[in-house]
């Protein structure tokens, strides 16, 4: 292969890579924003009914919230992938590549929530716990991703530290009861509010894909 053919296969190779990248950032905008509006609502209900609903409540509402997105998210990957006769995924692809470093932080911050709200009934530190390593998770596939959403992930770690340095100066904020409506404040600003606000800058500055129907 001479250097000119060397160099073209570079290029197609980085424009492919591109406009998958284009094509994911699209794709996950209706996940982010199905999962943005799910987490406002629940963290409006939760807010007002924080008394009557227990910890367990609280946890199912939010895993919930998670299998919706995930499910919707998968779809859309998915009827892209066939639309392009493509396989969903393979060992070597840029969504296993992802999912491989997305998975330990998310996997870790997901599993000590549960166990914080399920045997300790710590509502607002799991929800901490759940921001921040979301935002790690995100930044860990940073080689994979759209810049969008490692943008999204570093969102995440500021507010998720301007929150975790609130919820520890200020020792009596979740006391009293008060974990669940704290949680939700924390869960709708960042799984809600900057879901939707990705969303909707994906919308804005990115054209839809064009997939096959199916």
């Not at 509010?193 to 054209?207: G, N």
């Amino acid at each position: 292969m001479t250097t000119q053919q060397t160099a073209l296969e570079h290029l197609r190779v980085i424009r492919s890579l591109l406009e998958k990248s284009q094509v994911y950032r699209a794709i996950s905008a209706p996940a982010a924003l199905c999962g943005g509006v799910l987490a406002l609502i629940a963290s409006a209900i939760t807010f007002l009914t924080a008394g009557a609903m227990g910890a367990r409540g609280f946890l199912t509402e939010w895993v919930g919230i998670l299998a919706v997105t995930s499910a919707v998210n998968m779809f859309m990957l998915h009827r892209e992938a066939r639309s392009r006769s493509q396989p969903f995924f393979s060992e070597n692809s840029r969504l296993a590549l992802a999912l491989r470093a997305f998975t330990p932080p998310m996997l870790v911050g997901g599993l000590l929530g549960v166990f914080l709200i399920w045997f300790r009934g710590e509502l607002a530190l799991a929800a901490l716990l759940w921001i921040l390593c979301y935002g790690l998770a995100l930044l860990a596939t940073e080689h994979f991703s759209p810049r969008s959403l490692v943008r999204l992930g570093r969102a995440f770690l500021v507010v998720g530290g301007f929150f975790a340095v609130i919820y520890f100066t200020q020792p009596d904020l979740a006391a009293g009861g008060k974990g669940a409506a704290v949680a939700s404040i924390f869960l709708g600003t960042t799984f809600g509010l900057l879901h939707v606000a990705y969303a909707v800058a994906v919308f804005v500055r990115t054209p839809a894909p064009q997939i096959a129907e199916t």
